[in-house]
């Protein structure tokens, strides 16, 4: 038998009424007989209406993926639909990256950004606005794996780089408690001219929203609910940047 270590979140964690727990399980067990283990352990995960997706040690994986002994498993509910420092020379360009509970400095993130080679700066700051799907919002509140979300975040600003000649990427994201019109995700992209700096400060925003595991909890007046954990579906596993 091998005893793994099983994380939730999100709606997932409600459910269960467990944010962590370890188990044993057979050798040869995969992530999705695991999951349906944990279905019928706790009958509540059943009722999630959309696909869950499956972690390994901080890294997605297919459902018939087989974890080993002392692995860590996190089942992921799909994403809300979000300080690294620059490795190697072929990660020069990585700016700040940075998932905390203190309010984004956007100014000091676009400073974190620019460049004597840059001729452009785009930035992009996501705020918490007054009403949604013909509610009124009185905040919003941010969960995240947080070793996984900035190692996905770092991927994404990568394949950024791959795919446009940009010379810095910084971004930042809130957990916690974002009241509104205080800023909860922000992304500043410097290049040379301003075209690539749109296209891959979009593209940041548009992949982080599909692959990093933050979720957010709208709270309104009346009530609350999970955003994008209700209504979206995590990314196939064989679409991962690297």
């Avoid at 087989?66 to 020379?89: H, L, W």
Wanted: net charge negative.
């Amino acid at each position: 038998m091998n005893r793994m270590t099983l994380k939730f979140f999100a709606t997932l964690r409600e459910r269960a009424g467990q944010a962590e727990l370890t188990r044993e399980f057979p050798d040869g067990a995969t992530v999705g007989e695991i999951w349906r283990a944990m279905v019928r352990e706790f009958p509540a995960l059943g009722g999630h209406r959309d696909s869950v997706g499956f972690a390994v040690n901080q890294e997605y994986v297919e459902a018939g993926f087989q974890p080993r002994a002392g692995d860590e498993i996190a089942f992921i509910p799909p994403v809300s639909g979000g300080a690294g420092e620059a490795g190697d020379e072929e990660d020069a360009f990585l700016g700040p990256i940075t998932i905390g509970r203190a309010p984004i400095d956007v100014a000091a993130l676009e400073r974190a950004a620019a460049s004597p080679a840059a001729g452009a700066v785009v930035t992009f700051a996501g705020t918490t606005r007054q009403t949604n799907a013909g509610r009124v919002v009185t905040r919003l509140e941010y969960e995240a794996y947080e070793p996984m979300a900035l190692s996905e975040m770092r991927k994404l600003a990568r394949e950024a780089g791959k795919r446009w000649p940009i010379v810095r990427i910084a971004i930042a994201h809130r957990i916690g408690v974002v009241e509104i019109g205080e800023t909860s995700v922000a992304i500043a992209v410097a290049a040379a001219h301003r075209g690539e700096a749109f296209e891959a400060c979009r593209f940041a925003i548009d992949r982080l929203k599909e692959v990093v595991p933050i979720w957010k909890k709208e709270h309104f007046q009346g009530g609350e609910v999970w955003i994008g954990c209700q209504t979206s579906h995590p990314p196939e596993a064989g679409d991962r940047s690297s």
